[in-house]
C-alpha cells in the first residue's frame, strides 16, 4: 500500500466508493460520489456518547476533497437530526443543517491520507490512526447513489 507519489487527483479517485472504518468510539461508513459529494452514517459505540447521536442522528452529507495529501470534509446537512423540524401544513425547519453550514465554514475535518490503494486506506487524525476498507457494492444497488 506505499504510495507516497500519488497526486490529490489519484488519491481522490481510489476513494471513489463506499468505506468502511471503526474508530474507538464509532463505526463510520462513508460513501465518496464522483460529484465530490459524501454520505456518512456514524454509530456511536461508546455509551456515553449515544445522547449525541440521538440529538444529532447518525447521517451527515456534505462535500469533500484532497488537497495536499489530506481529506478534507465539509458537513452541509444533517438530515436525520433532531432540531430539523416539520411543522404539519406549514414548512420544515432545517435548524441543524444551518448550523452545520455554518460550523462548515470555520472548522472542516482534516485526515491526513498516509497510505491509499484501491481497497484499504490508512489516515491519520492528528495522533489517531485510521484504517478503513472499501466495501463493495452488489451491481445492482450501483448508480447515482454511490456515484457510479
Excluded: C
Excluded at 432540531?83 to 420544515?92: D, R, T
Excluded at 432545517?94 to 470555520?106: E, K
Aim: net charge positive; glycine share 6%.
Amino acid at each position: 500500500m506505499n504510495n507516497i507519489n500519488l497526486s490529490d487527483t489519484d488519491i481522490e479517485i481510489l476513494l471513489f466508493g463506499k468505506w468502511r472504518f471503526d474508530t474507538s468510539w464509532e463505526k463510520i461508513s462513508i460513501v465518496f460520489k464522483d460529484d465530490m459529494t459524501y454520505e456518512q452514517t456514524r454509530v456511536q459505540t461508546f455509551v456515553l456518547y449515544k445522547p449525541r447521536e440521538l440529538i444529532t442522528g447518525n447521517k451527515f452529507n456534505g462535500i469533500w476533497y484532497v488537497s495536499d495529501r489530506k481529506l478534507h470534509l465539509n458537513i452541509k446537512s444533517i438530515p436525520k437530526s433532531f432540531f430539523n423540524l416539520q411543522i404539519p401544513l406549514a414548512f420544515k425547519i432545517s435548524l441543524a443543517d444551518v448550523v452545520a453550514t455554518l460550523g462548515s465554514l470555520f472548522t472542516t475535518e482534516k485526515y491526513e491520507v498516509v497510505e491509499i490503494n484501491s481497497s484499504k486506506f490508512l489516515l491519520r487524525d492528528g495522533e489517531q490512526s485510521i484504517i478503513g476498507t472499501k466495501i463493495n457494492i452488489p451491481s445492482g444497488m450501483r448508480g447515482r447513489d454511490y456515484g457510479k
